[in-house]
């Protein structure tokens, strides 16, 4: 019997009210089954956050949800699999399925809410797929090791094992620390807001601050290892410059600000241009960690707005700011000399074409040439560097083949192929 498509029920009010999922419990092997029902934001029940990448957005998967099909991407029913694996509560919030994405009106208010949806969760649930190999070898070592969320007892645990048990567990965290989700703007309100993180890979979940204290007491013990027989340890900066480790570093600045808030000038310096599917989440994405009195508390998420809109009230609303933070919102919307819109902005902030200069990434011999500290593009010579360029850098792994560097020739590729930004220290 075929069931009849799912359609969204209109909330009462789409800025007091949000959407909760229940999952049915039931076995692995049974259909996903859900219930989706709207509570006001302020008497909601408790629920779990989760977080998962986007990245494949086809609709390859049907649920029920209320009697009625839902389809949904694989990476959500994925990680929906997981939640009802591990049950961590009766109730969780999935933005694909509690925010109705074909309503900008809704949507709009949603995303303004979004911050407040992370940061009263009990729990945030980030999915990051499968288990691999190395990742499973990873978790398991980390059960088996009794490791803890302090950070001083895991390095001196950590100081204990042998070479070949450390180099799987520098391994797993590399592979776990570029999985795409971190490159991902929305990931740093959702892992910096909530008090509680876990992270859920295949079929385990362990607190983010395991994984922290094991990254950090790594790295340390790394710095300090001079045998050419320990891969891993003739290259620390691996383990720095993950995507993952750059996330957890804007954590850490992120929590320990006034308030847990930041401002505008500062998140745009520190964020960068990162991930989004829609471009214009680039400014929608950080207001929920912009200080109130920044300037731009009213501004607010609109899907309405054109790309050359939105640049033009946040430019309205920055008013008091420098040129330089001008330029750099132009530069994350995507505007360039040629499009329409640059003329009404200019008239708006006088803002000349030298302050949006064209980019194009290095080349994998510049690169090799810069060696570990390049820029992350290279600018035509007529105009200047990206404003935030001076307070990024980019870490490469050195371009080498050497017999050490074989067994993680896989990651050396990728980042041939993909600068990571990491926030300069």
């Given amino acids: 019997m075929s069931l009849e498509p799912y359609q969204h029920e209109p909330l009462p009010d789409s800025r007091r009210y949000i959407r909760l999922v229940k999952i049915h419990p039931a076995s692995n092997k049974d259909p996903l089954t859900i219930s989706v029902k709207a509570y006001e934001r302020t008497s909601a029940p408790e629920y779990t956050a989760l977080s998962y990448t986007w990245r494949d957005r086809r609709l390859t998967k049907g649920i029920s949800a209320n009697g ?11 990680a929906l699999g997981q939640l009802r694996l591990k049950n961590f509560g009766e109730y969780c919030w999935v933005d694909t399925i509690c925010i109705n994405q074909a309503d900008n009106a809704e949507k709009s208010a949603q995303v303004d809410l979004m911050g407040a949806i992370y940061q009263n969760a009990a729990l945030c649930a980030i999915a990051v797929g499968r288990h691999d190999r190395t990742t499973g070898d990873l978790f398991r070592l980390m059960k088996g090791l009794g490791i803890t969320r ?26 776990l620390g570029t ?67 750059a996330t957890m570093r804007l954590r850490r600045i992120i929590r320990g600000s006034p308030k847990g808030l930041l401002t505008f000038e500062k998140l745009l310096d520190l964020l960068g241009p990162r991930d989004c599917d829609d471009i214009r989440d680039r400014i929608f994405g950080i207001l929920s960690l912009v200080q109130r009195s920044d300037g731009v508390e009213s501004l607010a998420a609109d899907y309405s707005l054109s790309r050359t809109e939105l640049a ?14 001008a330029s750099r919102v132009v530069r994350l919307l995507d505007i360039g000399r040629g499009d329409r819109g640059m ?25 090799a040439r810069f060696g ?40 050396t590729a990728w980042l041939r192929t993909r600068p990571i930004m990491v926030p300069a220290d």
């Fill in 312 to 325: 033009i009230k946040t430019l309205r609303l920055c008013s008091g700011a420098q040129l330089e933070v």
């Fill in 372 to 411: 570990t500290t390049v820029q992350a593009f290279r600018i035509t010579d007529q105009t200047p560097l990206f404003p935030w360029s001076d307070r990024w850098r980019c870490l490469m792994c050195p371009l080498q083949d050497s017999p050490t560097e074989r067994t993680t020739n896989n990651f």
């Fill in 150 to 175: 302090d950070s001083t007892t895991t390095k001196a645990n950590l100081a204990q094992l042998d070479h070949e048990t450390l180099e799987s567990l520098a391994r797993g965290l590399i592979a």
């Fill in 179 to 245: 999985h795409p989700c971190w490159s991902h703007l929305w990931i740093v309100q959702e892992f910096a807001l909530p008090s509680n993180v876990v992270l859920l890979r295949g079929s385990s979940s362990v607190p983010f601050d395991i994984i922290a204290a094991v990254n950090n007491g790594l790295r340390e013990i790394l710095r300090g290892t001079a045998d050419p027989k320990f891969v891993t340890g003739n290259d620390h900066t691996m383990l720095e410059s993950t995507p993952m480790s």
């Fill in 343 to 367: 003329l009404k902005i200019r008239q708006h902030r006088m803002l000349s074409h030298d302050h949006v200069p064209t980019s194009r990434p290095l080349s994998v011999g510049q690169r």
């Fill in 68 to 78: 009625r099909l839902l389809l949904i991407t694989e990476n959500c029913w994925y």
